[in-house]
């Protein structure tokens, strides 16, 4: 089983900054691609950013400079620093991994959650 863990949610002011985490745990995976995703009340779960591998980065365009993802593989842990933050960014926000799963030759594709971390940012 694979675990995804995300801390850093909170309470943040308007303009503030505020960086998420979220590590994987488990044994017999491969993580391809890591991200973030975002939950507002009564909205759709939308991207907020991925990070592979090799380090290609997406980001939602309304999101781009303000918010950076960045991966530790080594530590099979994805960040998100956010900037600037504003009222509309308040959302429940969900760690995903695209990731393979198995041992010697057989190996599968498969993509776990996070439970997901609250964000609010005050006006």
């Known amino acids: 089983q694979v675990r995804l863990v995300e801390s850093g949610g909170g309470l943040v002011q308007t303009g503030g900054p505020l960086r998420l985490s979220c590590a994987a745990s488990g044994s017999g995976f491969r993580i391809n691609v890591m991200g973030w995703y975002r939950q507002a009340t009564g909205k759709q779960r939308e991207l907020v950013a991925t990070a592979s591998n090799s380090g290609t980065t997406n980001y939602a365009d309304s999101l781009k400079g303000r918010f950076t993802i960045s991966r530790d593989n080594a530590k099979n842990t994805v960040y998100l620093q956010m900037n600037s933050l504003k009222p509309e960014d308040t959302a429940v926000y969900y760690c995903?991994?695209?990731?393979?799963?198995?041992?010697?030759?057989?190996?599968?594709?498969?993509?776990?959650w996070g439970q997901g971390t609250q964000v609010t940012v005050s006006s």
């Open positions: 995903n991994a695209d990731l393979l799963r198995g041992s010697g030759s057989y190996w599968y594709r498969d993509e776990y």
